[in-house]
């Protein structure tokens, strides 16, 4: 039987030490915001439902979950009265009843689905609170768990610890995991009896072992509980994501050529077989097919890459870029918003937006699209085995069909039909003796200056 998981994400806090105007938990690591990071956990690990308490800037933090999940549930901590008073925000969603509870934070992104579960599973198996816990060779300001064999006695912040816990190196990872059935009970006996008048989620603890109920601890990876408190633990925290996901990727049959230079974004999908080579940088909502070939200083974002296509080096594939099979994109190309068809090459300096390039079509260097007048984007349709000419200028809306040929250096205003052959430039004309006459008009100019 599937047991039923209610996830509580706390999210309110004030964030102050970011010193930042928007909401701690809206920072992102790789590309996504902290708060979502912790969601997707939760749901990795079963959740069947989840909730998120926001608190600062909460319009736009409900405004987020809206737009990345509509199913998730969100309340407001109007006043931030301590952890415990956070989670009783939740209070509605929890009186429905569930087998267990989770509670974790939106400012830990880095906290696994195998170390939810883990928590979990200590409920399933008769736990009433399990917390996480890990080990750390600088535990100053965390609080530390006592033991009792395999049951956790108390949680000690370390202004109370005596001297002899405070050698402890067994710390609080702040998630919690509750018996469904004693949640509430428990949580709404949390008192605020100390020296800030707040209600401290970690007092359930003690309350549980007053019932005489059973409370257990499980590990974690100190990473997986860290915190982002202030820019120098986002960039830590980001480090720390990057180097994970690098180590995924080889190890599902990715090669990267200089590991610490690549970084991903957090939806980054990349196929086995894949090559990325130095610095590049994937920002959301990338695919990347087997056999592909990502070259050096490339930038990716809202892009798909066909197999066996190549990219860059110094190519910049914007959203709606579309590699289809065996396309080539060079150095220094822009793609925006456009279909390069199976076996196309668009080899160097050129930018096409909003067009669609059929299979087997080449692009001459310097070409651009020319799609935006100002006010509204049109699209530029080239067919199959077409050749364009160098340093052309493709204004639209423009078809250009299949097989036909543009001479180098043409602004083609106008419709092409297939297998013709467009020029559109002036006639040269070569005149004796002016360039002898321009350049000593040119120097006598810049003699006169000086």
């Known amino acids: ?41 939760a749901m990795a690990a079963g959740s069947t439902e989840t909730v998120v308490v926001a608190g600062r800037d909460a319009e736009s933090v409900i405004s987020l979950l809206s737009s990345s999940d509509p199913s998730l549930r969100h309340v407001s901590q109007e006043q931030r009265l301590g952890t415990a008073h956070a989670a009783l925000a939740a209070r509605r969603v929890l009186e429905q009843g569930f087998d ?3 509670i974790l934070f939106g400012d830990t992104p880095l906290v696994r689905a195998e170390t939810l579960k883990a928590a979990r599973a200590e409920i399933a198996a008769g736990t009433a609170v399990c917390v996480v816990g890990f080990r750390t060779s600088k535990p100053q300001g965390y609080g530390r768990l006592i033991l009792e064999g395999a049951d956790l006695v108390a949680i000690r912040e370390e202004k109370d610890a005596s ?4 050698r402890i190196d067994l710390c609080n990872g702040g998630v919690m995991a509750l018996d469904g059935r004693l949640a509430l009970k428990l949580l709404t006996r949390i008192g605020n009896e100390n020296a800030k008048g707040e209600f401290y989620l970690t007092d359930v603890v003690a309350i549980a072992r007053e019932d005489g109920l059973p409370v257990r601890m499980v590990m974690a990876d100190e990473e997986d509980v860290l915190g982002v408190n202030t820019r120098l633990e986002l960039a830590r925290v980001e480090s720390l994501w990057q180097t994970r996901r690098r180590e995924e990727m080889m190890l599902s049959g990715v090669t990267l050529v200089a590991p610490e230079t690549v970084f991903f974004a957090a939806d980054t999908v990349v196929e086995p077989d894949v090559v990325i080579e130095p610095n590049v940088v994937f920002g959301p909502g990338v ?60 080899s160097h300096l050129t930018y096409l937006g909003d067009a669609s ?13 020319c799609n935006y007048d100002g006010y509204n984007k049109y699209r530029t349709e080239i067919g199959a085995r077409a050749f364009i000419g160098s340093n052309s200028a493709l204004v639209a809306p423009l078809s250009i069909g299949d097989g036909a040929y543009i001479g180098s250096g043409s602004t083609v205003t106008e419709d092409v039909p297939a297998d ?16 002898r006459e321009i350049n000593e008009r040119n120097a006598a100019r810049k003699a006169a200056k000086t």
């Open 420 to 435: 013709a052959l467009a020029i559109a430039r002036t006639r040269q004309v070569v005149k004796d003796g002016r360039g």
């Open 1 to 41: 039987m599937i047991r039923t998981c209610l996830s509580i994400v706390l999210a309110a806090g004030e964030g102050t030490r970011m010193k930042s105007s928007r909401a701690k938990v809206l920072h992102e690591v790789a590309r996504r915001p902290l708060v979502l990071h912790a969601v997707d956990a």
């Open 100 to 102: 267990d509870v989770l």
């Open 287 to 346: 695919v990347v097919r087997s056999g592909a070939v990502i070259h050096a200083f490339s930038h990716l974002e809202g892009a798909s890459v066909g197999s066996k296509a190549s990219v860059g080096p110094y190519a910049r594939l914007r959203p709606g870029a579309d590699l289809r099979a065996g396309a080539k994109v060079g150095n220094f190309v822009e793609i925006k918003s456009t279909t390069v068809g199976e076996g196309a090459k668009v």
């Open 357 to 369: 390039i059929g299979a087997e079509t080449n692009i001459g260097a310097g070409t651009i699209t």
């Open 163 to 166: 001297e002899a816990e405070r």
